[in-house]
């Protein structure tokens, strides 16, 4: 039996050759690398950036924490890592390599059962017991820091591309404002989506960016690395295959996926299964419907055949007539042509007409402005000759008068000799 598990260890050593490290992605190694109070102090330092008197300065935690909650049956609930702090924080951190249905709510259940949790432990406290009774009422519906950290090894689209996320509770009217700032500090969420880390080794400039680093590719380096980190060397050592014990590299060897998901990814094949034998009964229906449907559609095709004879037939006919009508349409086109190359003509024709026309009203016109102006001098030398004429009688009269002969008046003033005699 002891060669037989020798000779185990020795196998899945021997699948590892080229890798020194176990993959901390999946559950066994993850728990390894953070074995140690000083790592995982490290890690949530730089991952939650605590400085000062924020930091954490020392914790408890465990793995497979199992918490239950009647509500009103027993349910039961795994953390990967459930630590506190000195300080009153309650710490989940979950290592997840594949989605499933309904994650994004398994991460909401497990917060709330570590909100309870946290609550119930506050309530256990020495401190919250050593409080009067007033005091203890006070503090009803205190929480306390409750943090649930999710390390995901596929792409979460909820992160926006982001490598790391961080989510709370904000006011919609605040978010509309442009004012997001989270309504408590007491409950987040820290998503890491390890597909978005995409830095390599050179491009690591601090802690954080080393256990992001560390956690996606150490089961993919080829050779033995060294930080001149003591938290960041230790984890690296306690995954290193030539190192591990028999118990860790089982474990590692059958850890794909927990059982939980197994189950959950067993119940959405059988939700698949029962979808696709529905859509497969609806299906049957159709295909038999279809075939009606061919049986009717080869009859309307038999009747489509004789129509589509007796349309070519009237086809060719149609052609026939387009051929004539196209013919008698260039006739008319060359008539149109002729009919516009005279009408240009004519408007030709009718453009010097209207010119000469504009030409002869112009003399009209200046002919009738002579004729007027003619009948006005006309006017004034019947006037002025009407004045000489009467001046003449006038005259004629007065020598008449005077004794003159009627003769010379005549003679001189060109009057006849009864026009005298009449004065």
């Known amino acids: 039996m002891k060669k037989q598990n020798v000779s185990n260890v020795e196998r899945i050593r021997e699948s590892y050759k080229g890798r020194p490290y176990l993959d901390p992605t999946y559950d066994p190694a993850f728990k390894e ?31 497979d924490n199992h918490l239950r909650l009647r509500t009103p049956y027993l349910k039961e609930i795994v953390f990967d890592i459930y630590a506190t702090t000195a300080s009153g924080r309650f710490i989940n951190i979950e290592m ?68 790391i996320d961080t989510w709370n509770l904000y006011s919609d009217a605040a978010i509309r404002e442009g004012n997001a700032i989270p309504i408590t500090q007491k409950n987040k969420y820290i998503i890491v989506n390890l597909t978005r880390f995409t830095k390599s080794l050179k491009e690591i400039k601090n802690p954080e960016d080393a256990w992001l680093y560390l956690l996606k590719n150490a089961g993919k380096f080829d050779k033995i690395q060294e930080f001149e980190n003591f938290a960041l060397d230790s984890a690296l050592e306690r995954i290193r295959v030539d190192f591990a014990g028999e118990e860790l590299l089982n474990a590692q060897e059958s ?11 067993l119940a959405e094949i059988a939700l698949k299964t029962e979808e696709f034998q529905r859509k497969n009964e609806a299906f049957q229906q159709q295909s038999k419907a279809f075939q009606q449907q061919k049986e009717e559609f080869q009859q309307q095709s038999k009747a489509f055949q004789q129509q589509k004879a007796e349309f070519q037939r009237k086809s060719e006919e149609l052609n026939h007539k387009t051929e004539e009508f196209q013919r008698k349409s260039e006739e008319l086109n060359h008539k149109t042509e002729e009919f516009q190359r005279k009408s240009e003509e004519l ?38 000759y009407q004045k000489i004429f009467a001046e003449k009688h006038s005259m004629a ?27």
């Open 33 to 63: 690398f953070f074995d140690d109070e000083t790592t995982l102090k490290e890690f949530l330092n730089h991952l939650l950036h605590l400085e000062g008197k924020e930091k954490i300065e020392q914790l408890t935690f465990s793995f």
């Open 96 to 163: 997840q390599r594949a989605n499933h249905s309904f994650f994004l709510d398994r991460v909401i259940l497990y917060n709330a059962f570590l909100t309870i949790n946290a609550k119930q432990s506050l309530e256990r406290s020495l401190d919250f017991q050593a409080l009067r009774d007033f005091e203890k009422q006070h503090k009803l519906y205190e929480l306390p820091e409750t943090i649930s950290i999710w390390v995901c090894n596929f792409d979460l689209k909820e992160t926006n591309g982001k490598y």
């Open 255 to 265: 850890s794909m996926l927990t059982q939980g998901e197994i189950n959950c990814r």
């Open 347 to 384: 408007n030709h024709k009718t453009e010097e007409f209207q010119r000469k026309s504009e030409e002869l009203n112009h003399k009209t016109e200046e002919f009738q402005r002579k004729s007027e102006k003619l009948r006005l001098e006309k006017e004034k030398m019947n006037v002025e």
């Open 397 to 423: 009269k007065a020598l008449l008068q005077d004794g003159v002969a009627i003769e010379v008046i005549a003679k001189n003033f060109g009057l006849s000799v009864e026009e005298i005699r009449a004065l």
